[in-house]
């Protein structure tokens, strides 16, 4: 197929806003399908695995594909609740172009205003569709009104009897066309159509179309304006990568059959009877099943096997690919996603796939001895899968921590894990990594003597502590003279001293930012032995730490927070009741941005919390930043709960 009958398009918008129907009715009109799938009976193409036919409502972004006037149009449908960010931003990187999908009833949503954003951050050209205007007291203008009020003046209605007000917006987008509309009072046909065409890829109009998905009303006026107006992948403007060989060398690649190849992995999916299978974009060039490409990342060849191009879940096996599509390769062993892939004659780096930051996290503990030995391998492959999905243990609590970006998307992960995996895992909140730490200097003795028929236990030293700088750890000195202990001991008096520093002295949190000097002691010729020592070192330092006034140290977070300015009172408000101090404030297009400073005990439900305070218009990012002294009051709430935990196992 010629590059310019190609259209690679994703479909994005708020959840439940109708865009696996609309794919559904594409298809349907097409004749690529001979019957129409329905989100509500689980039948459609796009909506394939458990959960989504369950759920009634997408969670991967699925590739899709049919014929129009030998035009092939490629579809990535993408979910549209915000949980699942990382499969839009995966699909965007594949696409020249997309359809904008608007509830009509419903108007302008959270998720419509988040879909228009990335289109713009990415800089695809779009055609708007209002869909569902066969349901009662919906009105097109109205909703036209409101995209031109939310989201950009410069979208258009094309499919109005008025041609007029179009007529003038095309003119308006180009400083010839306007100067022939001036003088004329209008444009040609031609002129219309073609100026048309060179504003929605320059993202200067965008045109707006209407009907109901449901009802195949509006789809051939849609897939008339699919191929007039949205790009072909020769007319996306500035595909670039880099030389990895010289990384200040930009690349301007050119989008040609005949060009060397270049390709980008934009998402891997764990097919049950496959294996892996690789979803990439070629954007020059050519390659062919049974061949190999080089792994610019990786910098390794991969020899490959059948190029498929997908239809949801199905998998039609092509003899060759070239510029401008969109394949799968399954059982790659070095590939994955975000990676960047060519001919190696020529080597292209494109820029990585950037996906947000998990916002939430919880503690998984397998249910069973059997699950425990499964839960590493399902949880690898899932986080493969989906790069949204984090998964990591706390070395200091030893607890599995997995990661993501909100509640349904965690929810979703633990379903997958006993549906595909046969896996089952008990969800909990994580715990704080405290530390413990010290403010002033304190000198004391730690006596370890045991005598009890036989040879006995002996071993004496004297330390001092002292706070260190934040961020210094531990630091241990040995500052024996005249040979107080024997050099063979002083190993296991740090041995110790470091261990008690491991188990903590108030509350059984690491001791950090500590100066040991070993000072003094003595020993005695049969008794003494390395144990002894390591438990006189162990003792001296809980009494001094006891005695060089302990605090309790807690992680703090970065957070940045974006929202429409109707919510800054409120959200600022729910920081200063979180602990949280604001650093600062800033203007990002139609939102605000606030960063702030908060415990990260604070922070565990925030991903509910701001969903609730902004009607779910809030989204935010966080990562460490630094430690500080735990407030007196939460502190000895802290230590009171550990010494009580104490006394209760000694008494067991």
């Known amino acids: 197929m010629a590059i310019e009958n190609k259209r690679n398009i994703i479909l994005l918008g708020h959840a439940q806003c109708g865009k696996t129907t609309l794919s559904e009715s594409l298809l349907y009109f097409t004749k690529t399908t001979t019957r129409k799938g329905s989100v509500m009976d689980g039948t459609t193409l796009s909506d394939y695995s458990f959960d989504e036919i ?58 419509t205003e988040s879909a228009w954003g990335l289109l713009e951050e990415n800089n695809l050209p779009c055609l708007i569709f209002i869909n569902k205007l066969d349901k009662d007291s919906t009105d097109a203008k109205k909703v036209l009104a409101d995209i031109q009020k939310v989201l950009s003046k410069a979208a258009v209605m094309i499919d109005s009897p008025d041609s007029a007000d179009l007529m003038e917006a095309v003119a308006e987008s180009d400083d010839a066309l306007l100067e022939k ?29 209407g009907g109901s998905a449901l009802n195949d009303k509006g789809i051939p006026e849609l897939l008339e304006a699919i191929i007039k107006y ?33 390709a980008l992995v934009f998402k891997s999916i764990s097919d049950p009877y496959v294996g892996q299978l690789s979803l990439l974009r070629v954007f020059s060039g050519s390659l062919a099943s049974n061949t190999s490409f080089y792994n610019v990342n990786k910098e390794a060849k991969e020899r490959i096997g059948q190029i498929y191009v997908l239809q949801g879940k199905e998998q039609r096996a092509v003899d060759a690919v070239s510029s401008g599509d969109i394949v799968a390769i399954a059982k790659l062993k070095e590939t994955k996603t975000s990676d960047s892939l060519c001919d190696g004659k020529e080597k292209f780096l494109f820029e990585p796939i950037s996906f947000p930051e998990p916002a939430i996290s ?27 999905f984090k998964v990591s243990r706390d070395s200091q609590t030893k607890e599995l921590i ?93 041995k110790g001293v470091r261990q008690a520093c491991s188990e903590g002295a108030i509350a059984g949190y690491p001791i950090e930012d500590i100066q040991v000097i070993l000072y003094d002691g003595s020993y005695h010729e049969v008794d003494s032995s390395d144990m002894a020592f390591q438990i006189a070192g162990a003792m001296a330092l809980r009494k001094a730490v006891a005695e060089a006034g302990p605090v309790l140290l807690e992680p703090i977070m970065e957070v940045e927070i974006v929202i429409p300015e109707e919510f800054l009172g409120a959200i600022s408000g729910d920081i ?49 930043s630094h430690y500080e002294t735990v407030p007196h009051k939460i502190a000895s709430s802290i230590i009171s709960r550990y010494q009580a935990s104490k006394k209760e196992e000694a008494g067991q």
């Open 230 to 262: 949205l790009p072909d992948p020769s007319q996306r403007k500035n595909v670039t990568a880099v030389d990895p060989d010289n990384p200040e060398n930009k690349k301007e690649i050119i989008v040609e059959e005949d060009a060397p190849f270049s």
């Open 402 to 494: 997995i990661s993501g970006l909100g509640d349904l998307h965690l929810s979703i992960m633990i379903g997958r894990m006993k549906k595909r995996f046969n896996v089952e895992v008990e969800l909990g909140t994580p715990k704080v990594s405290y530390k413990e730490t010290i403010t002033r200097s304190a000198k004391v003795q730690g006596k370890y003597k045991r005598q009890s028929g036989g040879r006995g236990q002996y071993g004496d030293v004297w330390i001092e502590i002292q706070p260190l700088e934040k961020g210094k750890g531990f630091e241990f000195v040995d500052k024996i003279f005249g040979g107080a202990i024997p050099k063979n001991y002083i190993p296991s008096v740090e």
């Open 54 to 111: 369950e759920r009634k409502s997408s969670i991967n972004s699925s590739l899709l594909f049919c014929n129009y006037k030998d035009t092939d149009i490629r579809l990535i449908d993408a979910p549209g609740y915000a949980d699942f960010l990382g499969e839009v931003i995966a699909g965007l990187h594949a696409v020249d172009s997309g359809i904008l999908v608007v509830d009509a009833a419903s108007g302008i949503e959270v998720g």
């Open 362 to 388: 919880a503690s998984v503990k397998p249910k069973s001895r059997q699950d425990e030995e499964k839960i590493s391998g399902a949880l690898a492959k899932l986080s493969d899968e989906d790069p949204t």
């Open 576 to 624: 200063n009741s979180r602990r949280g101090r604001i650093m600062g404030m800033d203007i990002k297009g139609r939102s605000q941005v606030v960063r702030a400073q908060v415990p990260l005990a604070e922070m565990f439900t925030y991903a509910n919390d701001l969903r609730s305070l902004t009607g779910g218009r809030g989204v935010y990012t966080m990562r460490y």
């Open 181 to 209: 509309y001036l003088e004329s009072g209008k444009l040609s046909e031609e002129e219309l159509k073609s100026g048309l065409t060179q504003a929605v890829i320059k993202r200067r109009l965008f045109p707006v179309l």
